[in-house]
């Protein structure tokens, strides 16, 4: 079955930098857009950045463009998210996502990882 | 950028009552080419990842029970639990995916009543 588990998250201190990772099983990787959707404590899901299936399209939210990198690793079937300069309001539960369907764009997400716990403080 | 509102913030429903979650965008998300709404519904419990119910405005993904129905176009949009179980408390959210970047609305809490 389909498995998205995410590693990395910390406490960190604003302006450090920090890479989650996301590794994914029980699905052909390389055929699926993937996604990173965060949530902060006590507020709702923001979706934060994509990366297509060929890895042709890379889009981000206007919160975290310039600061944040999506990247995949075809050959060790894992997606990563590189944070730079990161700022107390980054502090979130990450979720990495899979898009529904293989071989396309705009599509929902129909696999969720568990998330992992980032927390940006002095 | 398109914006998501869902309407109300949270909901107090009554077991085997019904539940009606509304969303509206800022603009159409409805792709005149295929006449498929770009929109979808998940519902999220805590310590859990969110689960996709429903997409395409109103495509029941596998597994999701018939109770849960999703309706609307272009820019209004309703999810509806026909008849109301305890496990259905969560939050409810819906999510336009008709263009980057991608938004959610805020979200619909379900309590029992």
């Known amino acids: 079955q389909v498995q998205l588990v995410e590693s990395g998250g910390v406490v960190v201190q604003p302006g450090r930098s920090l890479r989650l990772s996301c590794a994914a099983s029980?699905?052909?990787?390389?055929?699926?857009?993937m996604h990173w959707v965060r949530q902060a404590p006590g507020m709702g899901l923001e979706w934060v950045a994509l990366?297509?299936?060929?890895?042709?399209?890379?889009y981000y939210a206007d919160s975290v463009k310039g600061r944040f990198t999506i990247s995949r690793d075809t050959s060790k079937n894992t997606l990563y998210l590189q944070m730079n300069s990161l700022r107390a309001e980054d502090t979130a539960v990450y979720y990495c996502?899979?898009?529904?369907?293989?071989?396309?764009?705009?599509?929902?997400?129909?696999?969720w990882g568990q998330g992992t716990p980032v927390t940006v403080s002095s | 950028d398109i914006v998501m509102t869902q309407s109300p913030d949270s909901l107090a429903v009554s077991l085997g009552e019904r539940a009606t979650f509304n969303c509206k965008s800022s603009?159409?998300?409805?792709?005149?080419?295929?006449?498929?709404?770009?929109l979808a519904w998940y519902q999220h419990k805590p310590g859990q990842p969110p689960k996709l119910l429903v997409y395409?405005?109103?495509t029941r993904e596998s597994g999701v029970p018939d109770r849960f129905s999703g309706s609307g176009s272009g820019t209004d949009f309703t999810l509806t639990i026909s008849s109301l179980q305890a496990e259905d408390v969560a939050v409810y959210y819906c999510?336009?995916?008709?263009?980057?970047?991608?938004?959610f609305g805020q979200g619909t809490k379900l309590e029992i009543k």
């Open positions: 029980g699905f052909t990787f390389s055929n699926y857009g």
């Open positions: 990366i297509s299936y060929d890895e042709y399209d890379k």
């Open positions: 603009q159409s998300v409805l792709y005149s080419s295929n006449n498929k709404n770009y």
């Open positions: 996502a899979k898009d529904l369907t293989a071989y396309t764009r705009l599509v929902p997400f129909d696999q």
């Open positions: 395409w405005a109103s």
């Open positions: 999510q336009q995916y008709y263009s980057t970047p991608y938004s």
